[in-house]
């Protein structure tokens, strides 16, 4: 079952960015790729963005949308002969709705990054820009911190 994600919601909610830089990119990338290694799963991760490359990185995807993630992701769920086995990765309400009408699935980020666990690897050196989705996960989900 293919996992589509909304990369740059998830940085969003990961680090409170708006409009997140390439490091913030390449940091969701990498904890990616470590939760990845062990399993069978396979992910396309979209970014926003003018660009229209594409980088497989074993079970990673990752995908310039030539514009809006959201409207590649749908297009492509769209086009799916299967699109109830997939699983659209979104805290977007509005990108959940339209994927499930389109028959896709739908995951909370908090949801799929419980399914993955920790990262096969560990960093020796604590790494500045890499993300701890997990620890942001838990930090935004408390009302109290939304607004800060």
């Given at each position: 079952?293919?996992?589509?994600l909304?990369?740059n919601?998830?940085i969003?909610?990961a680090?409170?960015?708006a409009?997140?830089?390439?490091?913030?990119?390449?940091?969701?990338?990498?904890?990616l790729?470590?939760?990845?290694?062990?399993?069978?799963s396979?992910v396309r991760?979209?970014?926003?963005g003018?660009g229209?490359?594409?980088?497989?990185?074993?079970r990673?995807?990752?995908?310039e949308?030539?514009?809006?993630?959201d409207?590649a992701?749908?297009?492509?769920?769209?086009?799916?002969?299967?699109?109830?086995?997939?699983?659209?990765?979104?805290?977007d309400?509005?990108?959940?709705?339209r994927?499930?009408?389109?028959?896709?699935?739908?995951?909370?980020?908090?949801?799929f990054?419980?399914?993955?666990?920790?990262?096969?690897?560990t960093?020796?050196?604590p790494?500045?820009?890499?993300?701890?989705?997990?620890?942001?996960?838990?930090?935004?989900?408390d009302?109290?911190n939304?607004?800060?």
């Amino acid at each position: 079952m293919p996992y589509f994600l909304d990369g740059n919601n998830l940085i969003g909610i990961a680090r409170g960015a708006a409009r997140p830089g390439e490091g913030d990119r390449q940091a969701l990338v990498q904890e990616l790729s470590d939760r990845l290694r062990a399993t069978r799963s396979s992910v396309r991760l979209f970014f926003d963005g003018p660009g229209r490359a594409t980088t497989s990185l074993g079970r990673l995807t990752v995908r310039e949308a030539g514009g809006s993630a959201d409207e590649a992701i749908l297009r492509e769920v769209s086009a799916a002969r299967d699109p109830g086995g997939i699983t659209v990765v979104t805290a977007d309400r509005e990108l959940s709705r339209r994927s499930e009408e389109a028959g896709a699935k739908t995951q909370t980020p908090a949801q799929f990054w419980a399914r993955f666990g920790t990262g096969a690897t560990t960093p020796s050196k604590p790494d500045a820009t890499r993300v701890d989705v997990d620890e942001w996960i838990d930090y935004f989900s408390d009302p109290e911190n939304r607004g800060r």
